[in-house]
């Protein structure tokens, strides 16, 4: 399994164009805020229920992956679930060779089992959310900052854990160029990542739509905590909790 090498200049020129459209006080309260939903569903996650099926569904919809989708939808996988939550409390190392010995698993999955391992170490366990790292399209953040994508790994299993040697390498470049102080080790890497997403979604967008439809884009912060899902918890019984 090839270890992800990080472009350190790949990283710089990402991040020079997103800096200009953040604020020291921004980065603060996006690092405040992963770290209250962080603490808020460790509780969550460690807090005992009688119901399964009910806690799962209620914990499905903290999740972009699954916050959508239909009570029928969740139901023949519920089981492999708990058992995802189980492995995370008990061995959470044990959860990805979990999910990657399954006959089949849908996208989905891998993004709500993650989430979970992420919500207990972040810079360990990243969530592997679509942006992160697309292997149907081949795109996402990891990939625009890597030396050579070409090298990310065909099976799952694997290539969650060079996606988790990648993040820990890109965190490792951002201390080295001083990049985004302001934020936590804890998220200083999950920003970054977000931002360089960002950059790449507007991108794109400039390059392939017209003008008119790019102007009735969300501002650029907006989009970057979209990534992060920090707006998905805005005005919820979670966030004022």
């Excluded at 003008?211 to 707006?231: A, D, R, W, Y």
Aim: proline share 6%.
């Amino acid at each position: 399994m090839m270890t992800p090498v990080i472009d350190a200049e790949a990283v710089k020129e990402f991040l020079d164009k997103a800096e200009p459209f953040l604020t020291s006080d921004m980065l603060h309260h996006w690092d405040v805020t992963l770290l209250a939903r962080q603490q808020k569903l460790t509780e969550i996650l460690f807090k005992p229920s009688l119901n399964s099926n009910a806690r799962i569904k209620s914990l499905s919809a903290l999740v972009a992956s699954t916050a959508r989708l239909s009570e029928d939808a969740l139901i023949p996988w519920m089981p492999v679930m708990q058992r995802v939550l189980d492995l995370t409390i008990d061995d959470v190392q044990a959860v990805v060779p979990y999910i990657g010995g399954l006959d089949s698993a849908p996208s989905w999955l891998w993004e709500w089992a993650t989430f979970w391992g992420f919500t207990i170490d972040p810079v360990q366990h990243p969530w592997w959310s679509r942006w992160l790292y697309s292997p149907d399209s081949r795109t996402g953040s990891m990939a625009l900052v890597m030396m050579d994508p070409e090298q990310l790994s065909s099976t799952a299993d694997e290539l969650y854990q060079q996606l988790s040697m990648g993040v820990t390498f890109y965190v490792s470049v951002l201390e080295s160029t001083r990049r985004f102080n302001v934020v936590s080790d804890r998220f200083r890497g999950w920003i970054g990542l977000a931002c360089t997403y960002a950059v790449y979604m507007f991108t794109m967008a400039s390059w392939r739509l017209t003008t008119e439809f790019t102007q009735v884009m969300p501002p650029f912060p907006k989009v970057v905590q979209s990534l992060l899902g920090i707006h998905r918890w805005e005005g919820s019984v979670f966030a004022k909790g």
